[in-house]
T-cell receptor, first 111, second 115 residues
C-alpha cells in the first residue's frame, strides 16, 4: 500500500510565527510532491510542488524534500490568520495528476 | 468564470438509486481527473482521462462506478445502486499534460449523501 502520512493536527501557531508542516511517504518511486491548501468546505488549491532534493521557495512558502529520508515539509513564514486551513501533502510516481494524498494537517494561526 | 465547474453541488439520494455527476473542465485542459474525499481524509484518486480516453481507473473503484468523457470535453461520473459508503465529496480536476509538477485545478465538488 503506497501511503503518504501526515499528522492531522491541529497545529496551532501565533500570527507572525513559522508554521512547519511535515509529511512522509512510503513509495520510493514517488518523483514529485505537492502541497495543497484546502479551506473548510472548499476544494484543494495547489500552493507548492517540488521534485528535486533540497529547498524550493515561493514567497512565504518553502517546500523541502529529502528523498533519502522519504520526507517532505512545508514551511510558512510570517503566518497569517488567513493561512488557517488544512494542508494536504501529495506524491506522484509519474508524469500525471494521479496523486496519493495524505490525510492533511489542520493549521490554526491565532491572532 | 473559466474554472472547473461541477454539477450538482449537492445530491441526496436513497440507497439503491443511481446518480450522475457532471464536470466541465477548463476548456484548454486535455486531462480530467475524478477524486473522492471523505471527511477528515485527503482526496482519493478514482480515474482520469486524456482527451476522450480513460487511461487509468483505481482498483478500489467498484464496477458500480463508471465515467465517460465522450468528446474530450465534459465528463460524467455515474454511480449505480448507491450505498451509504458512497457518501463523500466527489471532486473533479483538470490539467494540461506534460512534465513533472502537473498542476491540478479542482472544481468545487459534488457532495453526495446516500440515505
Amino acid at each position: 500500500q503506497k501511503e503518504v502520512e501526515q499528522n492531522s493536527g491541529p497545529l496551532s501557531v501565533p500570527e507572525g510565527a513559522i508554521a512547519s508542516l511535515n509529511c512522509t511517504y512510503s513509495d520510493r518511486g514517488s518523483q514529485s510532491f505537492f502541497w495543497y491548501r484546502q479551506y473548510s468546505g472548499k476544494s484543494p488549491e495547489l500552493i507548492m510542488f517540488i521534485y528535486s532534493n533540497g529547498d524550493k521557495e515561493d514567497g512565504r512558502f518553502t517546500a523541502q524534500l529529502n528523498k533519502a529520508s522519504q520526507y517532505v515539509s512545508l514551511l510558512i513564514r510570517d503566518s497569517q490568520p488567513s493561512d488557517s486551513a488544512t494542508y494536504l501533502c501529495a506524491g506522484s510516481s509519474g508524469n500525471t495528476g494521479k496523486l496519493i494524498f495524505g490525510q492533511g494537517t489542520t493549521l490554526q494561526v491565532k491572532p | 468564470d473559466t474554472g472547473v465547474s461541477q454539477n450538482p453541488r449537492h445530491k441526496i439520494t436513497k440507497r439503491g438509486q443511481n446518480v450522475t455527476f457532471r464536470c466541465d473542465p477548463i476548456s484548454e485542459h486535455n486531462r480530467l481527473y475524478w477524486y473522492r474525499q471523505t471527511l477528515g481524509q485527503g482526496p482519493e484518486f478514482l480515474t482520469y482521462f486524456q482527451n476522450e480516453a480513460q487511461l487509468e481507473k483505481s482498483r478500489l473503484l467498484s464496477d458500480r462506478f463508471s465515467a465517460e468523457r465522450p468528446k474530450g470535453s465534459f465528463s460524467t461520473l455515474e454511480i449505480q445502486r448507491t450505498e451509504q459508503g458512497d457518501s463523500a465529496m466527489y471532486l473533479c480536476a483538470s490539467s494540461t499534460a506534460g512534465g513533472a509538477g502537473e498542476k491540478l485545478f479542482f472544481g468545487s465538488g459534488t457532495q453526495l449523501s446516500v440515505l
